[in-house]
């Protein structure tokens, strides 16, 4: 069913995403030629489906038969494959194509959309004419022609199409990572690897007559270790994950995986019970932007906002956090899991201030609500697939650089937890209360970290922990785990980071005696 | 209603191209699927959305090796192709002698009783009468007392209609096709410190006449969201829950990855070693039931083909029986059972939600949870809680922003009492619960 409340969700889904391609008979030499020359070149990739200019301006006619603001089509073509390694072999390998075609009519706040896996012209007029009933007007005129968006950056360039990529060049990944992380610790009982890659390609054409082709890679490694100690077990993960080809995986990477993977699954036999109440919480740089996303990101979001459902809503301009306190949501990063060319509604993709110096500065919109609020779209219209209309989504939400020092930081908290790693988090919208689970931590004892802690979930309001937050050092570091956030059913990759930052106090959910 | 023919010749044909690429035996699968939602909002039509969605999905064994493969693209040419690339890649994985399709005998003895999951009624739902319930609903919430605090109400309606077929090369052929009707409404209120807390409320059926009056839904949800106004946290302690019974599927649903066997063979599961043994109170008797009438998670055969059956999983306390498919049963030496859950058929108790809370002094009634999460290695859990204090058999002020943690293997020994409301709108059909001890963190 519909998503019935406004709750989202973050968590860590590299094992679950769907991924990839084999085929050169699905791509072929001429085909790829097509494609090198760019989204500049209005329909290159698409023409092998048949996708025509005609087409599309049908399409928008028919989408725009009863009126309506604008219209948009969103063709998609993407390829997936995950290869799985459990009990020491490569054995298990998914595949999954998806081709179709989405076509949304938007009449102020109102939006009709329909899709189809059938790219023929009666098809796809069906979906537009479904798309068509929002609107109760006479007809308007689509576009009489169209200009393709240029000069989109170039954010994750591709030396090797995942296309072009062997098995037998993915499969030794794999084994590699299930080898080291079994000769790492001699407690270490069974390892999981799920490796994934991705070929994307979306073509946007609208009403104004846009029209914007983008191919868009992605992958994404996962290692799981179970240990056993004295009868005990554990598991835990590492996960990397970015629009990036096969040159992705150093061998740096790799090692750090197995590292990070081996230590944070072995360090939890030494755990003791993390404490309940409200206490100082020290969040480390990097995955920590988990709390941006969840206490901060959501309720930006324009549409929650034009809704006046969000907790944000009247404080646009109104002081929200300490002055060297600065928040931005961005796609701009190279290999970022949140990087994009364009948005999914052709806008430009930059970088958007949600909090500078202190001051809640701007929403993150999508066409809708930028119209709404009569200022330009932030490039944040997103979607699943060809499935979906899009909303307002995060792309990759991190804070910059602060004053502090990290040591400093850590010696400020006389008793408190200081979290590491996480697996998942959520959001309450309008109330602004939110969570997010912490898979490792540690007890900070008189100003020094102690005995560690697990599975403990962090609760608080947004508004209220951005003013708790009260010291934030110099060493941002942008996480780079395979994020999915969820938000109306609706699942988008998305990066976070942060640097060291201090909450000044916080409920954590433990089961043990305060520290 | 059957399944349309074209289904199952789109499932045939991918077999036969597999086949002819040299696959040894193969399963396929192909649906159908028209997903229609009407959404309204504050006095006027927000969304519409429509499609009818298709594809093919394959189980590929060859020369030893197994990979699974979907397509939504069934161009004939386009089909041959995805099928041959399956089957190439298939040939590049590590032999894996514990993969094949189901033993044939499990196919056999398929129940055929009407499982009532189909609405004939389908086809006679139109667009203004989804209009027309989706504005109910939030002329039911705005209906309600101290709606002044509404800032927004959301209202919808969601229906769909599937087709699913499954065609195995060793003998299985079989067919669904179900209904779900749901209503849905969500509100916003304002809260005097500036908070916007929101609930909802929703209802889901197999047969459209049977949904709930819309104005019932929408004010329930309103009245929900305005209860939620001044909540407040409160100490943290060692405290009775009484755990709603729409919200209990989310931590019953946690018991569902340890007692899979995969979760059992890769030590994921801190169920090991447990058949026979109890892991909950005398309190705790769950079957699975796939044969329930008009259920959620009703079915003739699982996602294997493997014929339904009732399979008791806990039976006062003890552990009976995990979900165990045929790939992971091999590998454990266990006979395989069902891979999935179907419905679950709790054991009633004699009250409902308020008499339970009547019969508890201090403690925390639990309406939501959010985030958090529980580690089914271990056994470890910790969630984010809502809901209202309890104090003398009655409810009490709201409560927000707090947190329980513990453990499975100790929670379900503290199963005090279980109520007669099985949650009907979900699969999980948890009734409301009752656990004794439970630790809250809050200031």
Known sequence: ?515 | MAASRELFDVAQRCIDLARAQGAAEVAARAYKTRDVTVQWRDGKLEQINEATTRGASLQLYVDGRYSAAQSSDLRPDALARFVADAVAMTRSLAPDPHRSLPDPSLYGNRPAADLQIDDPAYAGVSPEKRRAVAQALEAGARGVKGADAILSVTGGVNDTRSETVRVHSNGFRGERVDTQFWSYASVSVKDADGRRPEDGAYAGVRFVGELPEAETVGRLSAERAIARLGAKKAASAQLPMVLENRTAGRLAGFLGQPLSARALQQKQSFLEGKLGQAVGSEKMTVTDDPLLPRGFGSRHFDAEGISARRLPIFEKGVLRNCYVDTYYGKKLGMAPTTGSTSNLAWAKGDKDRDGLIAEVQDGILVTGFIGGNSNATTGDFSLGVQGFRIRGGKLAEAVAEMNIAGNHLELWKRLSAVGNDPYPYSPLRTPTLVFDGVQFAGL
């Not at chain 1, 023409?47 to 089509?73: P, Y």
């Not at chain 1, 390694?85 to 959309?113: H, P, S």
């Open chain 1, 1 to 515: 069913m519909s998503e019935m409340t406004r709750r989202e969700a973050l968590g860590l889904s590299a094992a679950t995403l769907a991924s990839v391609t084999l085929s050169d008979l699905i791509l072929g030499p001429a085909e790829a030629a097509a494609l090198a020359a760019g989204p500049s070149a209005g329909i290159g990739y698409f023409s092998r489906f048949g996708v025509t200019e005609a087409l599309i301006k049908t399409a928008l006619g028919e989408a725009l038969s009863h009126g309506g603001d604008h219209a948009d089509v969103f063709f998609q073509h993407r390829v997936g494959n995950n290869y799985l390694l459990e009990d020491g072999a490569v054995n298990r390998a998914m595949t999954n194509v998806e081709l179709g075609v989405g076509v949304r009519v938007v009449k102020g706040d109102q939006t009709g959309y329909g899709f189809t896996e059938d790219l023929t012209l009666e098809g796809i007029r069906l979906a537009a004419r479904t798309a068509a009933a929002i609107a109760d007007g006479p007809a308007r005129p689509g576009p009489t022609r169209f200009h393709a968006v240029s000069d989109l950056p170039s954010r994750y360039p591709v030396k090797t199409r995942w296309e072009d990529v062997r098995p037998e060049q993915k499969l030794p990944l794999l084994n590699g990572l299930n080898e080291k992380a079994l000769a790492a610790d001699p407690r270490m009982r069974k390892v999981v690897v799920n490796f994934a890659d991705q070929a994307s390609v979306i073509l946007v054409a609208d009403s104004s007559g846009r029209i914007v082709e983008d191919a868009q890679p992605m992958t994404s490694l996962y290692l799981s270790c179970v240990a056993e100690q004295d009868g005990r077990r554990e598991q835990n993960a590492y996960n990397v994950a970015g629009r990036a080809d096969i040159g992705y995986y150093t061998a740096e990477r790799l090692e750090r995986m197995v590292r990070e993977a081996v230590s944070r699954t072995t360090i939890l036999f030494e755990a003791v019970p993390a404490p309940a109440g409200e206490m100082p919480v020290v969040l480390a740089a990097g995955a920590s932007g988990i709390l941006l996303h969840e206490a901060i990101g959501h309720g930006m979001e324009a549409d929650f906002n034009r809704k006046n459902v969000s907790i944000y809503s009247d404080k646009i301009g109104k002081p929200v956090a300490a002055p060297f306190v600065n928040i931005v949501d961005e796609g701009t990063q190279a290999e970022a899991r949140g990087a994009l060319n364009v948005d999914d509604e052709a806008n430009p993709v930059d970088r958007t201030m949600l909090v500078q110096d202190g001051i809640l500065a701007t929403y993150l919109h999508d066409s809708i609500s930028a119209k709404h609020y009569g200022v330009k779209p932030t490039g944040n219209g997103r979607r699943e697939s060809y499935q979906f209309a899009p909303m307002p989504r995060m792309r990759s939400t991190y804070m910059l650089p602060g004053p502090h020092k990290k040591e400093e930081i850590l010696a400020s908290v006389k008793s408190g937890i200081y979290c590491t790693n996480f697996t998942n988090g959520q959001v309450q919208i309008g109330a602004g209360d939110f969570t997010f689970y912490v898979k490792n931590g540690y007890l900070i004892e008189d100003g020094k970290l102690t005995r560690p802690v697990k599975d403990v979930n962090v609760i608080g309001n947004g508004p209220k922990v951005l003013e708790k937050i009260d010291m934030v050092a110099d060493d941002l570091k942008i996480d780079e785990g395979g994020w999915t956030c969820g938000k109306n059913g609706q699942g988008v990759p998305v990066s976070q980071g942060i640097p060291t930052v201090r909450v000044a106090s916080i409920t954590v959910g433990g089961a043990g005696k305060r520290g």
